[in-house]
């Protein structure tokens, strides 16, 4: 599931209440000292294992062919992958604790080698990318625009969801699924019951599972839509030498979110038996109200930004252009910084940083060669489309049951390194495992959008499984098609 949601183990701090805190509790021999944690026994478990877990792989040898400095990060980054998992910290703890672990064991030669990869230009990139479309849903300038478009094309139940499908996949490849998904639900459960559609279990479950399905499949199509695809392009630029500007990116990817847009919409239609029943779209309960002066700034700062990406994102780096378009909506009165600094998940980017700063300690040590060739011994490869397939399959697989991001972060280094030693173009590589992680259609838990709309109550995991199944099927075939045929002719 992917962390670019508010996170809650990214903890807060509570306001200051203006009291002393009470003293500790005494005793006939003096004050007791209480220890300065209050975990369940479950964490502790966590910890324990976490703590066993690292001092096993670190005090095992280096294997043949591998130096102590790659195998102390191999072990640091699979103890970090668990501690990411279990959750047993707040992930950004974990986070910088892979920055820390870099220093104290002696894997790079100077601390800056550990903290520089916290702030990369992909870094900056995400953060700007958190206060714009922190700035499109505080104006409600989204909403506005989807019940326009909802209005337009809701004039029976299988047109409004195709609408919904359409409105969700587009927006997604801008702002986060979730942030889509948290604006979609109220719309279409407020067109639920004003229709009366909400008695019929069937189309109910079709029109919110297209909110889910139709952000998913969208968050492949930009560099924006997703924080894995960051991760990619951090790890093609830092690791490999590799550039992929916004423009390269969406060009390659967009066309399958759009080709998939009709896919989702036939699936679900065809699985839920949709009718074509007649809605007076006129009494839609969906106000059409114009958008106001902030709404126009916004959407005006939005789109520059995206002009940017395309036109200069090469020349002044995706981040840069994201901060210029964050400080617009400060310097415009949009957003205020005190109430944008409790929205921002700010442990996001130490998150993102710290598999950057992992991955280029692989790299720098030998470890993910090493890796790669123990892999490439395995009869299983016979060349790069090999490798396009196993990265696709293997991305999709681990994303329904860990974070988009995690597993961005756990495969990108390992198919990265394959693919130099095969020969493979890596941006080809890199792009299809981050694709293979949007693909979270089989769980609840897979995509932060699936998790949103289940909270209705109106669909089961089963529902999800009778139309994620085949959508990820037709997905992969359709995602590996592109990289076959459509890429090789840009």
Avoid: C
């Avoid at 130096?67 to 072990?75: C, N, S, V």
């Avoid at 970090?80 to 672990?101: C, D, S």
């Avoid at 293997?394 to 860990?402: A, D, E, G, K, P």
């Amino acid at each position: 599931m992917s962390q670019a949601a508010q996170d809650p183990a990214l903890g807060s701090t509570p306001a200051s209440t203006g009291t002393l805190p009470d003293p500790a509790p005494a005793t006939p021999h003096g004050p007791v000292l209480l220890p300065p944690w209050d975990l369940d026994g479950a964490t502790w478990r966590k910890l324990l294992v976490g703590v066993a877990l690292a001092a096993l792989l670190f005090l095992l040898p280096p294997p043949d062919g591998l130096g102590r400095a790659g195998k102390d990060t191999l072990a640091l980054f699979v103890v970090v992958i668990y501690f990411w998992a279990t959750e047993a910290l707040p992930l950004p703890v974990t986070a910088l604790g892979a920055g820390v672990g870099l220093v104290l064991l002696r894997i790079v030669e100077h601390p800056n080698d550990a903290w520089h990869p916290y702030a990369q230009d992909t870094i900056f990139f995400l953060l700007g990318s958190l206060i714009l479309a922190d700035g499109v849903t505080k104006t409600h300038a989204d909403r506005v625009l989807a019940a326009r478009f909802l209005r337009r094309v809701g004039g029976t139940t299988d047109r409004l969801l195709f609408g919904i499908v359409a409105v969700s996949a587009i927006a997604a490849m801008l702002i986060s699924n979730h942030a889509v998904a948290a604006v979609m639900l109220p719309l279409v459960m407020r067109i639920l019951r004003g229709t009366g559609l909400v008695e019929q279990r069937n189309v109910a479950a079709a029109l919110l599972l297209a909110i889910a399905l139709g952000a998913g499949i969208a968050g492949l199509g930009t560099p924006s839509g997703g924080s894995r695809n960051i991760i990619i392009l951090g790890y093609l630029d830092e690791l490999h030498g590799v550039e992929v500007s916004y423009l390269d990116w969406t060009v390659r990817a967009a066309p399958i979110t759009l080709a998939l847009i009709p896919v989702v919409y036939l699936l679900l239609k065809l699985v839920f038996r949709v009718p074509g029943q007649r809605i007076d779209a006129g009494h839609l309960p969906l106000e059409v109200e114009p958008l106001d002066r902030q709404q126009q700034r916004v959407l005006v700062i939005m789109g520059l930004t995206v002009v940017l990406w395309v036109w200069k994102g090469t020349s002044w780096g995706l981040g840069t252009i994201a901060v210029v378009g964050a400080v617009l909506l400060f310097v415009t009165g949009i957003l205020d910084w005190s109430d944008t600094r409790r929205r921002i998940a700010w442990g996001v980017p130490l998150i993102y940083g710290a598999a950057l700063s992992l991955g280029q300690s692989l790299q720098d040590t030998g470890a993910a060669d090493w890796l790669a060739g123990g892999l490439l011994g395995l009869p299983i490869w016979t060349g790069p489309a090999v490798l396009l397939v196993g990265a696709l399959v293997l991305s999709t697989i681990l994303t329904n049951v860990m974070s988009d991001g995690g597993t961005a972060a756990v495969l990108a280094p390992v198919t990265l390194a394959i693919g130099a030693l095969l020969g493979a173009d890596l941006v080809e590589v890199g792009m299809a495992t981050a694709i293979g992680t949007a693909f979270g259609f089989l769980l609840v838990v897979a995509n932060p959008a699936n998790v949103i709309t289940y909270q209705s109550g109106l669909w089961n995991p089963y529902d999800l499984l009778r139309v994620g199944v085949p959508l990820t099927v037709v997905a992969l075939v359709v995602t590996y098609l592109a990289t076959r045929f459509y890429w090789p002719m840009l």
